[in-house]
């Protein structure tokens, strides 16, 4: 078990490894560290792990193991906040390119990941959301035809990656929106733990961005955390731990996933035939192989960073430019924290007080999690941040 997320990050594949033989793995985990570091991953091979009918190896050729190959499991829910956008338009880019059965087997599983948001478990509260999980169903019946398919040429492969990339597009609407776990969701999680009747022994929640929730929210999965139903899971995904409230971080049994070193990156990147290439991390990664011009977004944040720490506004069809690109790239937060580690640079240069980069920094954090929850328009969020930040400068 493991075997294959052991070459990323071996400490915790063996820890977790050894857990579940001993039966000592807890029902509720908490995944912690940057993004790009495999935690969502991870939670994934727990589930199958322990859903496995035999040992759980990397091979194995049960019934459950064959459905979790390709996340057609009736068993796993995720309600996950991350950047879905950017990964699956790399595995389609991938299967176009390459149309074999690693990139095929790489758009099932990211797109499943993506459409076990819409699991049977949690209902549409409205119109608009009753038109996207229908988007979702219809999605789901094109990817059983796609996973159906044994061979490819160039031409049915790329056919393919457009179709599937046109049946996202409700999808990726409604993920910029969704931006945090709403009440319903919580409640629906509860009701679907607690069903009697189910064809899995195992139930497995993976919730991410946990430190993002309402108090309603948070305190609604706090019960459901505090005691779980026998047999079933939750893995917490966070990038910033620390952020949740105390009394559910008393009840999880934490993981701290590190970044991912060079040469794990480059053995994670191995299977895309990008020798001529390299990257410095997946974020980088996934951003521009899934369409972004990193380079043009870094220098915007660079220009964004300097006319702060300058005290030098920018005019104002410059800043419409900029924050026009950023909207439409959907880069908010890579830019925000390329701002930060900008500021980073500037306070280990000795170009920025130490006291007013600690200031500018914490308004970047307090915008950005506050436009997250409360799920306001990200250009309006990042102008009024610019100027809130130049009045300090």
Request: net charge negative; with cysteine.
């Amino acid at each position: 078990m493991f075997e294959q997320l052991s070459a990323f990050q071996p400490a915790l594949a063996e820890q977790m490894s050894r857990q579940i033989q001993e039966n000592s793995f807890a029902q509720v985990n908490l995944f912690g560290g940057e993004r790009y570091s495999l935690r969502m991953s991870f939670a994934l091979e727990c589930a199958r792990v322990l859903s496995c009918r035999k040992e759980g190896r990397q091979d194995c050729d049960c019934e459950s193991c064959r459905r979790f190959s390709t996340l057609s499991v009736p068993n796993l829910l995720i309600i996950s906040q991350r950047d879905h956008e950017s990964v699956i338009e790399t595995s389609l880019t991938t299967f176009a390119r390459l149309y074999n059965d690693f990139s095929k087997n790489l758009v099932i599983r990211t797109v499943r990941i993506l459409l076990l948001q819409y699991h049977p478990a949690l209902k549409a509260v409205n119109q608009s959301q009753n038109a996207v999980f229908d988007a979702a169903s219809v999605l789901n019946e094109l990817l059983i035809d796609f996973s159906n398919l044994a061979q490819f040429d160039a031409k049915t492969a790329k056919r393919w990656a457009d179709d599937i990339r046109s049946s996202l597009k409700i999808l990726y609407a409604a993920a910029r929106k969704n931006t945090t776990i709403t009440i319903n969701q919580v409640r629906d999680v509860d009701e679907w733990i607690n069903q009697t009747s189910m064809g899995e022994s195992k139930r497995f929640i993976i919730l991410e961005a946990m430190e993002e929730t309402n108090i309603s929210a948070r305190n609604s999965l706090l019960k459901m955390l505090e005691e779980p139903p026998s047999d079933v899971y939750f893995f917490l995904i966070s990038s910033f731990p620390n952020r949740i409230m105390q009394t559910i971080l008393s009840r999880v049994r934490r993981y701290a996933f590190p970044p991912l070193h060079k040469d794990s990156v480059a053995c994670f990147l191995q299977p895309f035939y990008l020798h001529e290439r390299s990257y410095e991390d997946l974020q980088h990664f996934f951003l521009q192989e899934g369409g972004m011009d990193v380079q043009k977004i870094g220098d915007l944040a660079k220009l964004f960073a300097l006319s702060v720490r300058d005290g030098r506004y920018l005019e104002g069809p410059q800043l419409s430019e900029m924050l026009t690109e950023i909207e439409r790239s959907d880069s908010m937060e890579y830019v925000l924290k390329a701002v930060l580690e900008q500021f980073g640079i500037y306070l280990a240069e000795q170009t920025l007080p130490s006291e007013k980069a600690a200031r500018l920094s914490a308004l970047v954090n307090d915008s950005y999690q506050s436009s997250r929850l409360y799920n306001q328009n990200g250009r309006l969020m990042l102008e009024a941040l610019y100027y809130r930040m130049m009045e300090d400068a």
